[in-house]
């Protein structure tokens, strides 16, 4: 009657496993504070260059602007007598070439007699956001020397 008789059962115990082989689970805490710092650093980088894009954009456009202003004075002053050119003082435009009270840009002619017939004519314009402004030169030569006033 060995066989009917039972052996008490052991409790089952877990073999002794060291920390360092136990499987992880899941992120720690230092592992996900890094992760986001990481996340920060790529967000700060992305944001600083979209900026820098949008400025860098805004500045070209200023500058397309002023060089269309300067180009068209300058070829409405080469239609003018070359006789009767003179400096003018500075002109607030509106980005389309309007003389406007709180325009953006500013125009100023200059015009430097080199020779008896022959005068540097300078248009210089002062734009948005820039360091330096604008400066077209042309000459301008005034014929055979004779004064177009008389």
């Given at each position: 009657m060995n066989i009917l008789r039972r052996?008490?059962?052991?409790?089952?115990?877990?073999?002794a496993v060291p920390r360092s082989r136990r499987p992880r689970t899941g992120f720690t805490l230092f592992a996900t504070v890094v992760a986001i710092v990481l996340m920060a650093a790529g967000v700060s980088a992305l944001a600083t260059a979209n900026a820098n894009t949008v400025r860098l954009?805004?500045?070209a456009q200023n500058r397309t602007n002023a060089i269309a202003l300067a180009r068209a004075y300058v070829e409405q002053v080469r239609t003018r007598d070359p006789w009767l050119l003179q400096s003018e003082t500075p002109v607030r435009l509106n980005a389309d070439g309007t003389?406007?009270?709180?325009?953006a840009y500013t125009r100023t002619l200059t015009v430097t007699t080199l020779r008896q017939n022959l005068v540097r004519v300078e248009v210089r314009i002062n734009y948005p956001r820039s360091t330096a402004p604008l400066?077209?030169?042309?000459?301008v030569f005034r014929g055979n020397g004779l004064n177009g006033a008389s």
């Open positions: 052996r008490p059962r052991r409790a089952r115990v877990a073999p954009q805004t500045l003389p406007a009270a709180g325009g400066l077209l030169t042309t000459s």
